[in-house]
T-cell receptor
Framework: QKEVEQDPGPLSVPEGAIVSLNCTYS??????FMWYRQYSRKGPELLMY????GNKEDGRFTAQVDKSSKYISLFIRDSQPSDSATYLC??????????FGTGTSLTVIP | EPEVTQTPSHQVTQMGQEVILRCVPI?????FYWYRQILGQKVEFLVS????????KSEIFDDQFSVERPDGSNFTLKIRSTKLEDSAMYFC??????????????FGPGTRLTVL
């Protein structure tokens, strides 16, 4: 069931670059949108949460939701080597059951 | 900083055996979740639990699976008769409330289950 699509990468960028990560989805009822970061052998860690449409900014991270296009994005400005991880998008109708993307593997090269 | 803990970190079992995966959620949290991630695949929701009962479950969470909060601190996932395809990383998560602008779902480090 392909509810959420995410390019698995891998994505490799130089330090300081702007990174753009994206997910598309098919279920128009989704209204909770999350971005998680997952380091190797660790559980996902919530980075950004957005309810319904719009933008949200937190430090170097910006999350965007375009419900009309069923498309969400995470932008990382001034990327750092410590940002190297797998980034997972997840979304939900109810805020309870979440559907995850496959994750995009990001490497930031010093 | 409070964290979700899971034990064991790695469990190896024979096909057909029962396994219990254990989680200690963050102490003031009320909502508990289990997810699994088969190697190289997506994180998949299994079940959510609130007020001592299941609030939502996915198609994966069939009769082979059960969850329990046996005391005030532990939250367990039991697989009654393991199959080879149950081999995966199992993540427990907890949150203070249903996901909102203020509630965050915290994940544990996971238990890697290997079924032989």
């Amino acid at each position: 069931q392909k509810e959420v699509e995410q390019d698995p990468g891998p994505l490799s960028v130089p330090e300081g670059a702007i990174v753009s990560l994206n997910c598309t989805y098919s279920n128009s009822a989704f209204q909770y949108f999350m971005w998680y970061r997952q380091y190797s052998r660790k559980g996902p860690e919530l980075l950004m949460y957005t309810y319904s449409s719009g933008n949200k900014e937190d430090g170097r991270f910006t999350a965007q939701v375009d419900k009309s296009s069923k498309y969400i994005s995470l932008f990382i400005r001034d990327s750092q080597p410590s940002d190297s991880a797998t980034y997972l998008c997840a979304m939900s109708e109810t805020g309870n059951q979440f559907y995850f993307g496959t994750g995009t593997s990001l490497t930031v090269i010093p | 900083e409070p964290e979700v803990t899971q034990t064991p970190s790695h469990q190896v079992t024979q096909m057909g055996q029962e396994v219990i995966l254990r989680c200690v959620p963050i102490s003031n949290h009320l909502y508990f979740y289990w997810y699994r991630q088969i190697l190289g695949q997506k994180v998949e929701f299994l079940v959510s639990f609130y007020n001592n009962e299941i609030s939502e479950k996915s198609e994966i969470f069939d009769d082979q699976f059960s969850v329990e909060r046996p005391d005030g601190s532990n939250f367990t996932l039991k697989i009654r008769s393991t199959k080879l395809e149950d081999s995966a990383m199992y993540f427990c998560a907890s949150s203070e409330g249903v996901i909102s602008s203020t509630d965050t779902q915290y994940f544990g480090p996971g238990t890697r289950l290997t079924v032989l």
